[in-house]
Structures are given as structure tokens and as C-alpha cells.
């Protein structure tokens, strides 16, 4: 669909729409860059306040991977009147708004329309000095894959909606969707980084291809290592499939063969996150202190993969012991 629009070209442009990357980046002058990007989407939990602070943390999270500081935000959203209360609505906002000021961020406003369904997000701009910009090509044969969250809030989301989630779960879910990326990619900024982006609705396989293609590289996925969220692994065994994990894996067996792992773990590796963790395609010799940075930090990082020779765009999973 989008290949029918014509290309925007321009000089100014670092990163362009058509890279498929996190955000958009314009350079403003030798100096700096401006960092664009936008998400919204229905609640994920049942908690508006929640939801407005779990909103917020995933459009953050497109200019964190940029390796930029997001400076100011604007609120979308659309609002069913006649079937949920505005107090719902309130309760939204008034949490996206919290997170923002905890990460020192400026809501300048935003656009709400009536809609039959509710959803919210954030359009968010940042900025970074151009050359300290993260994109999600660079990634070199030879560099470690770490990734700064667990997985599994996909599955836990579903079986959430089906009543079927136990509280200490959904508790863990929501604690890791409202936990934003600011300190990982702080992490980040000591250490030769070759490629950066963040693990969303795609799920980890699919934005690791997505990388892997923008680099022309192959990548190593190692299911053994895969850290997961509580409970996310008896959802996915339960059959809590969201529809958005059906779409990533059709696409991503055409690519990857998932037959070498159990079905729940193939199922895992395509999971849509929510407000999800960075992947980091680090030199080798820097990956330690990466976990290490993180570690100081309060971030769960795990090297889940390596980057490899073999055709670009392409990767394979690893089932054993790394």
C-alpha cells in the first residue's frame, strides 16, 4: 500500500518512513536532530490509569531506541461517549500524563474525537546529536544480541481479557509494560552499540529480522536463553493466542524455521509486545559491560542471539544450550 505514495526526499532527512525504523529523524543542524514518531492503540489492561501509563512508557520507548531524549509529547485519541463513562477517559490521561513527568517529559497537548472504540497514544518528538544516533541497521557479524526485558506480554494480555491471568502475573506484566526504556538505552551509551531498536508488535523475531535486513546480516535467535515474563509460558500453553501473534508467525515462518522448538516457544518468539525492551546489537568485547551497565541500573538484560554471516534479512533459531 504505502509503496503506491511517492518517497519523501530530502537533504535534511536521516532517517526517512521507508527505513522502517523506529521514529523519523530530520537534522536541524550540525548539532542536532529532531526525532519523530507516533503510537496508539485499545487497552490492554483493565486499569485506565494503567493503560495511560503503559501508553505513554511504548511511544517513549521509539525515541529511546534513536538513542535520543524525548522532550515533548502529544496526546491522539479516540473516545466511544455513549459506552464508557468520561471518568475512564480522565483516569487515561491523567496516567499517561503521570509517566510523562516522571521522565521529565512535556505534554503540550493532544486531539480526542468520538470514536467506537478507545483507543490512546502519544505522539512524541525528541532530540539527539546526530552523530550519537542509534538506528536499527549497523549490526556486524560477530556482535552480541542482548535484550533489555522479558518476554510474553502478548499471551498475558490475552489471557488477562479471558479472566484466565493470576494476579501475581498481571501484576508483573504490567510493572514491565509501564517500565520505560530510558535507563536501558542509558546503558547504551557507554558501550559500542552497532544497531538499536525496540521489540513492540512484532514480536522479537520480527523486528530481529527487521534489523537483520536493514543490515544485510543474518542473526542467531538462542530459545534457551529467552528470558520470559511470569506466567507468559502457561498463557502461550493455554492457548492465549492474540491475533496479532497469528499475523507475525505466518510471516515469520516464511523466513525463519520455528520446527526446531516446541510449539509454546515458537509461539513466544513471535509474541506482539507491549511496551517491550531494547535489542542491542553490541561488539562482543562490550557485551559484558552492557549487561553489566544495565545491571547497575535495575535493567533485566540477557544476551538472547548473535549476529552471523549469511544472507541479509535472514536468521535462524537456535534450540540448545548457548
Known sequence: MLSALPEVSDPRLLVRAGAFDDAGVVRLSDELALVQSVDFFTPVVDEPFDFGRIAAANALSDIYAMGAKPLSALAVCTFPVDTLPLSVLEKTLAGGLALLREEGVLLLGGHTVKGPEFTYGLAVTGLVHPGRLRTNAGARAGDQLILTKALGTGVLATALKRGELPEEAEKAMVASMTETNRRSAEACEGVEVHALTDITGFGLLGHALEMAEASGVALEIYAAT???????????????????????????????????????????????????????????????????????????ATVVGRVIEGPGGTARVRAGAV
Request: glycine share 10%.
Open 226 to 300: 529467552l528470558p520470559l515474563l511470569p506466567g507468559a509460558r502457561a498463557a502461550a500453553e493455554a492457548g492465549a493466542i492474540p491475533a496479532g501473534l497469528t499475523a507475525n508467525r505466518s510471516w515469520i515462518e516464511a523466513k525463519v524455521d520455528l520446527s526446531v522448538v516446541d510449539s509454546t516457544t515458537a509461539r513466544l518468539l513471535c509474541d506482539p509486545q507491549t511496551s517491550g525492551g531494547l535489542l542491542a546489537a553490541v561488539v562482543e568485547r562490550d557485551a559484558g559491560t552492557l549487561l553489566a551497565r544495565c545491571s547497575e541500573r535495575g535493567v533485566r
